[in-house]
């Protein structure tokens, strides 16, 4: 059984799935955090998942000269096996700590590039991996210029942020401007970490949208499955479903995956769980990005009750250095899906109904909706669900129609109306 060390981790379902992972894999883990109270004042469940490390070590995470000594210290006494964490904000940390305790990792530079959008998007081009047609800027002046060069519409999102956080489609100067401006305005993200001023521009690629989800051990990719995604919100792009496996063709697939397998290999990523999202547009599908953790939003849940695998499991084997057992296990399940309730309007909730039948449907086996209190503002990202129901079916391909259902038929009040 192996010590690991987990730095940080996303506040919402990653911090209780990547704890109970760990476990399932074998290991046990510490956790080292600049603010425990920023996971423990929004705790759903108690005692909080993350408090069953046997260590709660706090050091200031954002500072990486300090935290290397610092953890290089720990690892003297402890003895780790391996470094990881569900936050995309702490990847880089993580790849940094890795390399300094030479343990197994996906390795500094992959990680930087994986991580930053504008390098991911360099470096795959670089590599011939099919992406849309992109700038990268700073100053006004040369993003109206990529613009004019790229063509409206087009996709503006910062290179730094996740969630989804201010992706934006504008269709003209004006647009553009204003989504320049709201994504300066932002100059600290949720962790207290200071972003980088560039801004990525991006062809849009009219298509549906998908994710591929691979285990890279050994320098051996392994498509685990591709997952479907739905999105709303527009001119936003907020995650609103998915489900796994997606319901493609066998070309369309094989695409899909190749594209994503490429991806990853160009980035030099091993050592690692890769959500790779994909658009299958018109000329065929194209790269939108590469993150070297599991896929969030209950995607691995999804996996997990379709083929057995547990993703968050399998991370903590390969930061370890193992090469893990990937064959699926026949569950009875061929199709998971999960719909989210997205607000469209401000207020504070007051009422829901709809869900009086949930309790006796078997095929509801996971959901979790908003108290009643709670303040509710329009989502404009994939940070501010008012609940999700979790479906798995027999049949293939049937779970993301009845997820989206189920959803669809819940009434939320707020105060002056429905949300």
Aim: charged share 20%; glycine share 10%.
């Amino acid at each position: 059984m192996g010590h690991l060390l987990m730095v940080e981790s996303w506040v919402g379902s990653m911090s209780s799935l990547l704890p109970a992972g760990i476990a399932d894999s074998g290991h046990r883990f510490s956790f080292l955090t600049r603010d425990l109270g920023h996971y423990l004042r929004t705790a759903t469940t108690h005692p909080h998942p993350l408090l069953s490390a046997e260590n709660v070590f706090t050091a200031e995470t954002n500072d990486e000269a300090a935290l290397l000594p610092f953890v290089r210290d720990l690892h003297g006494v402890f003895g780790f096996d391996g470094v990881l964490t569900s936050c995309d904000y702490y990847l880089p940390t993580v790849a940094a700590i890795a390399a300094d305790l030479g343990l197994p990792g996906p390795g500094r530079a992959a990680v930087a590039d994986a991580c930053a959008k504008d390098r991911t998007r360099e470096v795959t081009r670089a590599a011939g991996v099919a992406g849309p047609d992109f700038a990268i800027a700073r100053e006004w002046d040369e993003i109206a210029l990529a613009a004019k060069e790229i063509g409206y519409p087009l996709v503006v999102k910062p290179v730094d942020l996740c969630g989804g956080m201010f992706v934006t489609l504008v269709a003209d100067d004006d647009e553009l401007r204003a989504a320049v401006d709201r994504i300066a305005a932002f100059g600290v993200n949720a962790r207290g970490q200071r972003r980088v001023p560039q801004i990525l521009l991006e062809e849009c690629v009219d298509g549906p949208e998908f994710s591929v989800e691979t285990v890279t051990a050994g320098g051996r990719t392994t498509v685990i499955g591709v997952t479907d995604k739905q999105l709303t919100g527009a001119p936003a792009f907020i995650e609103c479903g998915h489900m796994f496996p997606a319901a493609l063709s066998p070309a369309d697939t094989t695409a899909i995956t190749d594209l994503a397998v490429a991806a990853v290999e160009a980035l030099g990523l091993d050592a690692t769980v890769a959500h790779t999202e994909i658009r299958l547009g018109a000329r065929g599908p194209r790269l939108i990005e590469v993150n070297p953790r599991p896929g969030g939003n209950r995607i691995t849940e999804l996996v997990r009750r379709v083929t057995g695998i547990d993703l968050t499991a399998v991370q903590a084997q390969v930061v370890t250095g193992a090469v893990p057992d990937l064959t699926p296990r026949e569950t009875g399940i061929a199709s998971a899906a999960v719909a989210f309730a997205v607000p469209d309007r401000a207020g504070t909730l007051t009422r829901i109904d709809g869900t009086e039948s949930w309790a006796d449907d078997p095929r509801i086996v996971e959901h979790r909706l908003a108290d009643p209190g709670t303040v509710v503002r329009p989502a404009t990202d994939n940070n501010s669900y008012l609940g999700h129901v979790l479906v798995t079916d027999e049949n293939s391909g049937t779970a993301g129609d009845l997820a989206r259902a189920l959803i669809d038929d819940v009434r939320f009040e707020l105060d002056g109306g429905a949300a």
